[in-house]
């Protein structure tokens, strides 16, 4: 079993920054990717960023050139930096972790509002 903390969301202003953290515990040496997905009100969950064990990422179109996501595998966590915020980012941002044995877990969600 791998559990899943995350932090950081917030409100902010259009333009402007956060961090998401998420932080793995459990079963963590059985993780491979990781990654982050959100779900705005009324819309499927969405990919937002993945990165694998071995540092690749990949992002979703929409956000390429605004966020980086990243991982330290010292403290089992992954960061989802977002910059240049727009007000259709606002959703709850999930991080997820894939083991070995392609089980998925999630985390709890975090809401991320940002105001025009």
């Known amino acids: 079993q791998v559990q899943l903390v995350e932090s950081g969301g917030g409100l902010v202003q259009a333009g402007g920054s956060l961090r998401l953290s998420c932080a793995a515990s459990?079963?963590?040496?059985?993780?491979?990717?990781m990654g982050w997905y959100r779900q705005a009100p009324g819309k499927q969950r969405e990919l937002v960023a993945t990165?694998?064990?071995?540092?690749?990422?990949n992002y979703a179109d929409s956000v390429k050139g605004r966020f980086t996501i990243s991982r330290d595998n010292a403290k089992n966590t992954v960061y989802l930096q977002m910059n240049s915020l727009k007000p259709e980012d606002t959703a709850i941002y999930y991080c997820?972790?894939?083991?070995?044995?392609?089980?998925?877990?999630w985390g709890q969600g975090n809401q991320v509002t940002v105001s025009s």
């Open positions: 997820n972790a894939l083991n070995g044995m392609g089980q998925l877990y």
């Open positions: 459990g079963s963590i040496f059985s993780i491979n990717g």
């Open positions: 990165i694998t064990s071995g540092g690749s990422t």
